[in-house]
């Protein structure tokens, strides 16, 4: 079989997912560390195309980002099994979680062991800023648009409409320059395969339609369905990963239920504590994988109360319904993006994209460096200052895999 082949890949694959902490900002530098520098399965400089182009898309984009490096290997099987070993054991753990909520229920595990999973992020995400600046930002333009959306993502980090807005503003200010292209861009690009926006399309309204009918109707188990529904709708519009799922999830079972006529008119509906939504979020903080695995907690939660074999159902069905869109999406646009990249205008515009993905990265870094408390001269913030510090030097002048340097990190806050 084909896949055997790929067996190194994927247990890198695993082991990157059980090692990257602290949600998107971190993830990108270990992706760089894992896949171009010790395994180098694909180049910096596709790395960096892969991330921009899923920025422009709904979902969750370091799924994405990883599901299109299995693509290059190995075409579509590889990029599903790619992101099955991705999302399973952050997905798993979350669930779990769900049936252990009532034995912590708000223990605050960021104080704990993970304490420097957070300062750790940061110098990933440091790490991965500079080596992508000196990749991607090369002239004087490059630069002015690298500020510019640096200076604007800072700002406006918690809008999720910034990134795809910027990611185009920086796409047409280079579309129009002189560049050239290079032989290597001749390369045929892959087929189109229209059975993915077809099949998105279609599990949308299906959805959207026994959603519907369940709660009309009041089926015995149409909170089943009403998950699905919110989940995938979820994962087909939200851009700006685990941090706007959450006022999302916030909106659909905490607030909503609360307005006098909703309740009135769906009072069997899924309403989940606030306080369950925050935990689970801040768990989530706290363990390596994608940030949307918070829905496989959160769809355990909202059948809670259906019994253990549904509460299992629920974290199921959330799983799949929230990495469902973002897989089929990317699967669609990325051959698509591969054919517009053979007119200049989109290969030139390809130099923005990437100017201003450094600039969200430098952005991002100063925001998490924003909370870090610098000014408290304690052993708490010494430490934090040093593990950030360390991380990115480490990264950078040595050869220590990322696995180490979280377990090192995870010491630390055992220790400390």
Same mark, same amino acid.
């Given at each position: 079989?084909?896949?055997?082949?790929?067996?190194?890949?994927?247990?890198?694959?695993?082991?990157?997912?059980?090692?990257?902490?602290?949600?998107?900002?971190?993830?990108?530098?270990?992706?760089?560390?894992? *896949?171009?520098? %010790?395994?180098?399965?694909?180049?910096?400089?596709?790395? $960096?195309?892969?991330? =921009?182009?899923?920025?422009?898309?709904?979902?969750?984009?370091?799924?994405?980002?990883?599901?299109?490096?299995? +693509?290059?290997?190995?075409?579509?099987?590889?990029? #599903?099994?790619?992101?099955?070993?991705?999302?399973?054991?952050? =997905?798993?753990?979350?669930?779990?979680?769900? @049936?252990?909520?009532?034995?912590?229920?708000? %223990?605050?595990?960021?104080?704990?062991?993970?304490?420097?999973?957070?300062?750790?992020?940061?110098?990933?995400?440091? +790490?991965?800023?500079?080596?992508?600046?000196?990749?991607? /930002?090369?002239?004087?333009?490059?630069?002015?648009?690298?500020?510019?959306?640096?200076?604007?993502? *800072?700002?406006?980090? %918690?809008?999720?409409?910034?990134?795809?807005?910027?990611?185009?503003?920086?796409?047409?200010?280079?579309?129009?320059?002189?560049?050239?292209?290079?032989?290597?861009?001749?390369?045929?690009?892959?087929?189109?395969?229209?059975?993915? $926006?077809? &099949?998105?399309?279609?599990?949308?309204?299906?959805?959207?339609?026994?959603?519907?009918?369940?709660?009309?109707? !009041?089926?015995?188990?149409?909170?089943?369905?009403?998950?699905?529904?919110?989940?995938?709708?979820?994962?087909? @519009?939200?851009?700006?990963?685990? !941090?706007?799922?959450?006022?999302?999830?916030? !909106?659909?079972?905490?607030?909503?239920?609360? #307005?006098?006529? /909703?309740?009135?008119?769906?009072?069997?509906?899924?309403?989940?504590?606030? =306080? !369950?939504?925050?935990?689970?979020?801040?768990?989530?903080?706290?363990?390596?994988?994608?940030?949307?695995?918070?829905?496989?907690?959160?769809?355990?939660?909202?059948?809670?109360?259906?019994?253990?074999?549904?509460?299992?159902?629920?974290?199921?069905?959330?799983?799949?319904?929230?990495?469902?869109?973002?897989?089929?999406? #990317?699967?669609?646009?990325?051959?698509?993006?591969?054919?517009?990249?053979? @007119?200049?205008?989109?290969?030139?515009?390809?130099?923005?994209?990437?100017?201003?993905?450094?600039?969200?990265?430098?952005?991002?870094?100063? +925001?998490?460096?924003?909370?870090?408390?610098? @000014?408290?001269?304690?052993?708490? =913030?010494?430490?934090?200052?040093?593990?950030?510090?360390?991380?990115?030097?480490?990264?950078?002048?040595?050869?220590?895999?990322?696995? #180490?340097?979280?377990?090192?990190? &995870?010491?630390?806050?055992?220790?400390?």
């Amino acid at each position: 079989m084909k896949l055997f082949r790929h067996i190194p890949f994927l247990k890198s694959v695993f082991l990157y997912s059980i090692t990257a902490f602290g949600g998107p900002q971190g993830h990108f530098g270990m992706m760089l560390k894992t *896949f171009v520098n %010790k395994r180098r399965y694909v180049t910096e400089e596709e790395l $960096i195309e892969y991330n =921009s182009f899923c920025q422009l898309l709904p979902g969750a984009s370091s799924s994405q980002t990883v599901t299109l490096i299995g +693509y290059k290997r190995g075409g579509v099987p590889l990029a #599903v099994i790619t992101l099955l070993i991705w999302i399973l054991p952050a =997905s798993i753990l979350m669930g779990a979680f769900s @049936f252990l909520l009532t034995l912590f229920p708000q %223990k605050n595990l960021t104080t704990g062991l993970f304490k420097f999973v957070q300062p750790m992020a940061i110098g990933f995400l440091a +790490y991965a800023a500079i080596r992508s600046f000196s990749i991607s /930002v090369t002239n004087f333009i490059t630069q002015i648009i690298m500020l510019v959306a640096m200076i604007v993502t *800072f700002f406006l980090f %918690k809008t999720p409409w910034i990134f795809p807005v910027l990611i185009v503003g920086g796409g047409i200010a280079t579309s129009m320059s002189s560049k050239r292209f290079p032989a290597k861009e001749n390369i045929r690009p892959r087929q189109i395969r229209w059975t993915n $926006i077809w &099949l998105f399309g279609i599990i949308f309204i299906i959805a959207g339609v026994l959603s519907e009918t369940s709660r009309k109707q !009041d089926w015995p188990q149409r909170k089943a369905f009403n998950l699905f529904e919110n989940f995938y709708r979820f994962g087909s @519009f939200v851009f700006g990963g685990g !941090d706007v799922l959450l006022p999302m999830m916030l !909106d659909q079972y905490v607030e909503r239920p609360s #307005v006098p006529n /909703v309740a009135k008119r769906n009072p069997n509906g899924i309403k989940i504590a606030k =306080s !369950d939504i925050l935990t689970g979020y801040g768990i989530m903080r706290a363990i390596p994988g994608p940030t949307f695995s918070v829905a496989s907690f959160t769809g355990g939660i909202a059948l809670k109360e259906n019994g253990a074999k549904m509460q299992a159902l629920g974290c199921a069905i959330a799983t799949i319904a929230i990495f469902l869109p973002s897989a089929l999406l #990317v699967l669609f646009f990325f051959p698509v993006w591969q054919y517009l990249k053979r @007119f200049v205008f989109v290969f030139r515009a390809l130099e923005g994209i990437n100017a201003v993905v450094v600039g969200i990265m430098w952005a991002a870094t100063l +925001y998490l460096l924003n909370s870090t408390p610098f @000014f408290h001269l304690n052993i708490q =913030s010494v430490l934090t200052i040093a593990v950030i510090i360390s991380t990115a030097l480490i990264l950078k002048y040595t050869k220590i895999p990322a696995p #180490v340097i979280v377990l090192g990190c &995870l010491l630390l806050g055992w220790i400390f």
